[in-house]
């Protein structure tokens, strides 16, 4: 079976209890604008990798490796993977 080209959208943000000065900043500088009703602002990051893959169950998992291996801080961040077919890899 020819591998297939997947596209892993990984979205990390910091976990919850955890002090987000750029969250709060965007939130200071959103009210000063006069958007009065934003009431916390979380910044985060989203990471899109292309990966070739035998299945989707394996671009995830490649994905979910790399996450522990370098794109999230464990003490600190959460991730979230979803991964969407791309293509028939060359």
Do not use: W
């Not at 969250?23 to 916390?40: F, R």
């Not at 995830?60 to 801080?73: D, G, I, K, V």
């Amino acid at each position: 079976m020819k591998p297939k080209r997947y596209q892993a959208v990984i979205e990390v943000l910091l976990r919850p209890g955890v002090f987000d000065p750029q969250g709060q900043a965007v939130t200071a500088a959103l009210h000063a604008l006069g958007h009065d009703a934003v009431e916390d602002v979380r910044v985060g990051k989203l990471v899109r990798v292309m990966v070739s893959a035998e299945n989707a169950e394996a671009a995830r998992a490649l994905a979910e490796q790399m996450c522990r291996e370098l794109l999230a801080n464990p003490v600190l961040e959460n991730y979230q993977v979803r991964v969407e077919e791309a293509g028939v890899a060359h």
